[in-house]
């Protein structure tokens, strides 16, 4: 039972443009959320997260949304850079459970 | 600081020997612990998380086993691989003052 859903499973943006990466969520314990930004043959690494008391965290280039009564999140990248070529993966976790649940990943490539 | 060190890189086995990939963490103590899996175009699932020494918690019955030795230490095994085991393993710590989830580099595993 995938409990964390990215459904585009690709992206490609225009260098400069704006990357929007979409993340649906079915359990409604999930009070954490996180973003995972992964390059071949490496680890995630932590990219932004939010807390459910919020519904907008922004660090520099990246801004997470997090629409609760829809249980929706969204990841915008502006302006989108080459180097932001990734797969990108959005994380739920219960903060009582001290799991995280990973949704597929979205493959973002940036085009000049 | 905090590290994580995860070994080997990559690793190419014979269907039916046995595993064991080990994770240590330094710089903190008594983390929560993380086994992930990656499958060839799939996203990450959680196979085991340990909260203490001697602690697991499986969370997908299948051909692998986790043991918590030491209270940084992670230990991945298998007693008889299958072709399905193949995939990309992470290690992953959280400190229990942060809800971050913080990953090793990864193992490639092959099964042939």
């Known amino acids: 039972d995938q409990q964390v859903k990215q459904n585009s499973p690709s992206l490609s943006v225009q260098e400069g443009r704006i990357s929007i990466l979409n993340c649906d969520y079915t359990n409604s314990m999930f009070d954490y959320f996180l973003w995972y930004k992964k390059y071949p043959a490496e680890g995630p690494t932590f990219l932004i997260s939010?807390?459910?008391?919020?519904d907008k965290n922004e660090d520099g280039r990246f801004t997470v949304f997090l629409n609760k009564s829809a249980k929706h999140l969204s990841l915008h990248i502006v302006p989108s850079q080459p180097g932001d070529s990734a797969v990108y993966f959005c994380?739920?976790?219960?903060?009582?459970?001290?799991?995280?649940?990973f949704g597929a990943g979205t493959q973002v490539v940036v085009t000049p | 600081s905090q590290t994580i060190h995860q070994w080997p890189a990559t690793l190419v086995q014979p269907v039916g020997s046995p595993l064991s990939l080990e994770c240590t963490v330094e710089?903190?103590?008594?983390?929560?612990l993380y086994w992930y899996r990656q499958a060839a175009g799939r996203g990450l699932q959680l196979l085991f998380y340990?909260?203490?020494?001697?602690?697991i918690s499986s969370e997908v019955p299948q051909n692998l086993s986790a043991s918590r030795p030491q209270d940084r230490q992670f230990i991945l095994s298998s007693k008889k691989l299958l072709l399905s085991d193949s995939g990309f393993y992470l290690c992953?710590?959280?400190?229990?003052?942060?809800?971050?989830?913080?990953f090793g580099s990864g193992t490639q595993l092959s099964v042939l």
């Open positions: 710089g903190t103590s008594n983390p929560n």
């Open positions: 994380a739920a976790s219960a903060r009582s459970w001290g799991k995280f649940q």
């Open positions: 340990s909260v203490g020494i001697g602690q």
């Open positions: 939010i807390s459910s008391i919020k």
């Open positions: 992953a710590w959280r400190d229990l003052s942060d809800e971050k989830l913080f």
